[in-house]
């Protein structure tokens, strides 16, 4: 999988609205049989994909040999309905936003600099212990740059009266859906609450452009859980794989649990 793309897999045409399902489901799995034919011939040692959350029928891999994992992502839908979040999101979520706001004095700011928000990343991978490739550093940099310039992407920040960052998002929209990209918090404010306000800003701000929130999931029971507590529907996707995989394909594997 590329860096920062959770989800791929085929892309079907949607089908006329008047189809019936078993002929929309023969048609895809056809389809997805002639894809796997064209995957066999190839002289790829290994496959692996994330495939989207659309994707509900995996048989024609099984068939062919293919193994499946089940992960998941969190959606928040209807965000046009601001008071219905807010009612939907858990207690402490709530609590935390109103904490940063009230007591930490956090004002959010978009379009904070490229510059504010890698160095407040790399606080949070350093406070996990993990390291993360000076490519990948410069390829979120390009995504940063070249979302901002077509208008479908920020950063955010969340800022005290004195200036400090405490937390930050990096969030990118369409039509279809608005996806959590990457974000970050200083672990000296981590108990601010910032890092909810911050994203609940960001909710806020792409309900012009989008109905759908798609927090990207992990399965971490720590981030797991903030995300949930925003009131957002826990969704599973598939990671489809087969054959034998490189050592470069098992570290991005390693990594992708942490995002």
């Given at each position: 999988?590329?860096p920062?793309?959770?989800?791929?897999?085929?892309?079907?045409?949607?089908n006329?609205?008047?189809?019936k399902?078993?002929?929309?489901?023969t048609?895809?799995q056809?389809?997805?049989?002639?894809?796997?034919?064209?995957?066999?011939?190839?002289?790829?040692?290994?496959?692996?994909?994330?495939?989207?959350?659309?994707?509900?029928?995996?048989?024609?891999?099984?068939?062919?040999?293919?193994?499946q994992?089940?992960?998941?992502?969190?959606?928040l839908?209807d965000?046009?309905?601001?008071?219905?979040?807010?009612e939907?999101?858990a207690?402490?979520?709530?609590?935390?936003?109103?904490?940063?706001?009230?007591k930490?004095?956090?004002?959010?700011r978009k379009?904070?600099?490229?510059?504010?928000?890698?160095a407040?990343?790399?606080?949070?991978?350093?406070?996990?212990g993990?390291r993360?490739?000076?490519?990948n550093?410069?390829?979120?940099?390009h995504?940063i740059?070249?979302?901002?310039?077509r208008?479908?992407?920020?950063i955010?920040?969340?800022?005290?009266?004195?200036?400090?960052?405490?937390?930050?998002?990096?969030?990118?929209?369409?039509e279809?859906?608005?996806y959590?990209?990457?974000?970050?918090?200083?672990p000296?404010?981590?108990?601010?609450?910032?890092?909810?306000?911050?994203?609940?800003?960001?909710i806020?701000?792409?309900?012009?452009?989008?109905?759908r929130?798609?927090?990207?999931?992990?399965?971490?029971?720590?981030?797991?859980?903030?995300?949930?507590?925003?009131?957002?529907?826990?969704v599973?996707?598939?990671?489809?794989?087969?054959?034998?995989l490189?050592?470069?394909?098992?570290?991005?594997?390693?990594?992708?649990?942490?995002?």
């Amino acid at each position: 999988m590329p860096p920062y793309t959770q989800k791929m897999g085929p892309w079907l045409v949607e089908n006329a609205p008047d189809t019936k399902y078993t002929a929309r489901l023969t048609k895809r799995q056809k389809l997805c049989e002639e894809l796997i034919k064209k995957l066999s011939i190839s002289s790829y040692s290994s496959f692996l994909q994330n495939f989207h959350y659309d994707i509900t029928d995996w048989l024609p891999f099984y068939w062919a040999g293919y193994q499946q994992t089940t992960r998941y992502t969190y959606l928040l839908n209807d965000l046009n309905d601001t008071e219905k979040l807010w009612e939907n999101m858990a207690s402490n979520s709530r609590r935390n936003i109103q904490k940063a706001r009230e007591k930490h004095h956090v004002t959010v700011r978009k379009g904070i600099s490229i510059n504010e928000f890698m160095a407040v990343q790399a606080k949070t991978f350093e406070r996990q212990g993990l390291r993360v490739k000076k490519q990948n550093a410069k390829i979120l940099r390009h995504l940063i740059s070249a979302c901002q310039k077509r208008e479908q992407g920020d950063i955010w920040g969340g800022y005290d009266t004195e200036g400090h960052l405490h937390a930050a998002a990096f969030v990118v929209w369409q039509e279809s859906s608005a996806y959590y990209l990457a974000g970050g918090g200083d672990p000296v404010y981590r108990s601010s609450g910032a890092h909810s306000l911050v994203l609940w800003e960001c909710i806020r701000h792409v309900s012009q452009f989008t109905n759908r929130f798609d927090f990207e999931g992990s399965m971490l029971p720590g981030v797991e859980r903030f995300f949930r507590e925003f009131g957002a529907i826990q969704v599973p996707f598939f990671t489809i794989s087969k054959g034998k995989l490189s050592l470069l394909d098992r570290a991005r594997i390693k990594l992708s649990k942490w995002i």
